[in-house]
Each structure stands twice: as C-alpha cells, then as structure tokens.
C-alpha cells in the first residue's frame, strides 16, 4: 500500500512551510469460520494486522538534503506504525 499527504503551516517560528509524507507497507487478514447447523449459525473469527512506514519529506530542514528537480527536499524516516486486532462476530441464517 502506498498514501501520499502534505500539509501547509504557518508559525512563529516557521512560515509557510511545506511537508509531505511519504507512507509505505501492507495489510492481511485472515479469517476462521465455523457452521454450526443445528442453530443455523457462522461463527467467524478475523485477525488482521497492518503495517505503515512513514517518510517525511520537507522542504525545509537542516541536514540530509539530496536535490529532486533543482529544488532541497529532505528525505527522514518517522516512525512505524503497526495494527493488529481481532473480530469476532455471530451471523445467524434464515431460510424464505
């Protein structure tokens, strides 16, 4: 999975100042189910986990600049993010 967002701030300190961010990593899920046919019911369990690496791109900052197209841009690595949960739900059938 790939986002893209950037933003416009303005500051005592800093004026109109310009960031993006950069975010990379994937999701799964995966799902149990199971059928009870007596009660006519599907108990399904889902566990999913995801993954983000955030990559701050600035155009104002004061190390590790590299050159993109003749402008300063700062290329610095954030921080991770990292999801997990379960689900758990109880879908009851009914026949017409």
């Known amino acids: 999975m790939y986002l893209y967002s950037n933003y416009r701030f303005d500051t005592d300190l800093m004026n109109n100042v310009i960031q993006a961010y950069h975010t990379v990593g994937f ?25 983000l690496h955030y990559i701050l791109w600035s155009d104002r900052s004061e190390s590790f600049y590299y050159s ?26 009914l026949e017409f």
Do not use: C
């Not at 379960?86 to 059938?93: P, V």
């Open 27 to 51: 999701n799964g899920t995966t799902p149990l189910a199971w059928y009870i046919e007596p009660a006519s019911v599907t108990i399904s369990l889902w566990f999913r986990y995801q993954y």
């Open 68 to 93: 993109f197209g003749g402008i300063q841009r700062n290329l610095k690595n954030m921080n991770d993010d990292h999801f997990h949960g379960i689900t758990l739900s109880a879908i009851y059938s």
